[in-house]
């Protein structure tokens, strides 16, 4: 994608939306290779940066102050230390567009980081919590709350700004739940299942929400895209890959139904899930099935 088309992308959004996202992320569908990529590549890398940017075992200190090409960083972003919910804000440069870029799960359990978001993960999945989150505060785990509060801080702060919400795994669940509550936009990688919380912890109506105003990618094998089957608030676009990565295999063409911790289900997860493979997609330009059929009833 050059940057003369990534301009002239953004200069048709402003001239036909005017200062909005697209009401509709439909198309996605059937847009020509260079507007796929220029919509979705910007968000890829904020949500890149939000693994790079943020402390935990991907941080990378030159990524500390880091943007992506038209956009610049912004308040509020929510980066503890001491481990909870991470998300940085993006706003375009010449357009009233903003985005939040929720992170993902630090795999790496030996930190606070790791430890903390397991224990996230732990409780939206609503098992009982392991003794290790005992140090964590019970505010702190709670990363749906904390996501609510960095997006009404982000829209009391820029109440003329359009948002956008995105992220990858844990971040891309925070992401459609956030959009999904406050009828907003989202554009994810890998969710996990978003509607449980939505019906136990919100207000939402999961059968009135538009269909294409969230939009989950996922790679054909990535064992999050079988959980989250039927329990998505919007559509979900997915690439095909050859050959069957490894472990995918056993994990899930045996039939039988995914077990996370099974060794072939982790190796599959290892190949498919891990934020990387989903750069390496995009990166291939390959255009991944968006499938009219996975959305919601409405429009």
């Not at 459609?176 to 890998?190: M, N, P, Q, W, Y």
Request: aromatic fraction near 10%; charged fraction near 15%.
């Amino acid at each position: 994608m050059t940057q003369l088309l990534m301009m002239t992308f953004w200069a048709t959004i402003a001239a036909v939306l005017g200062n909005k996202w697209p009401a509709s992320l439909r198309f996605l569908a059937n847009s020509d290779d260079d507007t796929f990529h220029a919509f979705v590549d910007p968000l890829a890398n904020m949500t890149t940066l939000s693994y790079t940017a943020t402390w935990g075992t991907y941080h990378e200190k030159q990524a500390d102050r880091a943007t992506v090409q038209g956009w610049r960083r912004a308040e509020p972003e929510a980066n503890p230390r001491a481990g909870g919910m991470r998300a940085l804000t993006f706003l375009h440069d010449n357009i009233s567009l903003g985005v939040i870029a929720f992170r993902g799960t630090d795999l790496n359990q030996s930190g606070v980081s790791g430890q903390s978001d397991a224990c996230a993960d732990t409780l939206l999945s609503g098992r009982p919590l392991p003794p290790m989150c005992n140090h964590f505060t019970a505010a702190s785990l709670d990363y749906f709350s904390r996501a609510r509060e960095i997006a009404a801080e982000a829209a009391w702060r820029y109440p003329d700004v359009d948002w956008l919400y995105t992220g990858h795994s844990l971040g891309a669940f925070l992401a459609a739940a956030i959009a999904s509550e406050r009828g907003a936009v989202a554009l994810v990688f890998s969710a996990p299942p978003v509607l449980p919380v939505l019906r136990n912890r919100s207000a939402v109506d999961p059968s009135k929400l538009p269909g294409w105003s969230t939009v989950a990618l996922y790679n054909e094998y990535d064992p999050l895209k079988f959980e989250a089957q039927g329990e998505l608030p919007g559509a979900s676009c997915v690439w095909k890959v050859v050959p069957v990565p490894p472990g995918c295999d056993a994990c899930e063409l045996s039939g039988r139904a995914i077990n996370m911790t099974s060794d072939s289900c982790r190796l599959c997860f290892a190949h498919t899930h891990v934020y990387k493979h989903y750069l390496e997609l995009l990166a291939s330009k390959r255009r991944p099935n968006c499938s009219v059929a996975a959305a919601g009833a409405l429009g």
